[in-house]
């Protein structure tokens, strides 16, 4: 913690390099949670880097509180994936089949698609808090500590969170596989 608060105060006085540090330690997370959020590779790609360029213009004004620098980061993005929404006016949009590897077993490869069908059908399901929860947890393999800090909830309300989307999404992972 104390190297990002360092790299973040060099950031804040304009040192690119550390600007630059910053981006590449969080850009795969902030990119994957965006990704998965909205399902579109080419969105996700340019709303990744809108969030980069909304922190860079506003990095002097963020204050270090001990959350982790990403926790701001993630709270911009939820931030641009509601402005999305809003101006699509969808709640969710389909998985890219660009986002998932290739098979060169057919057998296999319908059998991903059908888990990932079954598993985003699934995800519709739950909440958007939920959906969100899982996403930042799973998704952007952030730890709960984190995840309650970016949505501002305790992290008592994130693993009642994660613990009821899990169980939602098993439920239904079983009703879609049965009919």
């Not at 060099?10 to 330690?25: M, V």
């Not at 990704?35 to 270090?64: H, P």
Request: charged share 25%; aromatic share 8%; net charge positive.
């Amino acid at each position: 913690m104390q190297d990002e608060e360092s790299l973040i105060r060099r950031a804040q006085q304009h040192d690119e390099k550390a600007f630059t540090q910053l981006y590449e330690e969080h850009f795969d997370k902030i990119y994957r949670y965006i990704a998965v959020r909205i399902g579109n590779v080419t969105e996700a790609e340019d709303m990744t880097q809108q969030v980069f360029l909304n922190a860079l213009k506003s990095i002097s004004s963020f204050k270090w509180r001990g959350a982790p620098f990403s926790a701001w980061l993630f709270r911009i993005a939820h931030n641009q994936i509601i402005d999305y929404f809003r101006k699509n006016k969808r709640s969710t949009l389909p998985l890219n089949e660009s986002m998932v590897s290739n098979s060169s077993n057919p057998q296999q490869e319908t059998e991903r698609k059908s888990d990932i069908e079954h598993l985003l059908l699934a995800t519709r399901q739950l909440t958007d808090t939920q959906r969100e929860v899982i996403s930042l947890r799973f998704t952007s393999e952030l730890p709960i500590a984190q995840v309650a800090k970016i949505m501002d909830k305790s992290e008592g309300a994130i693993k009642a969170l994660q613990h009821s989307a899990i169980v939602a999404l098993r439920k239904r992972l079983q009703v879609t596989r049965n009919e």
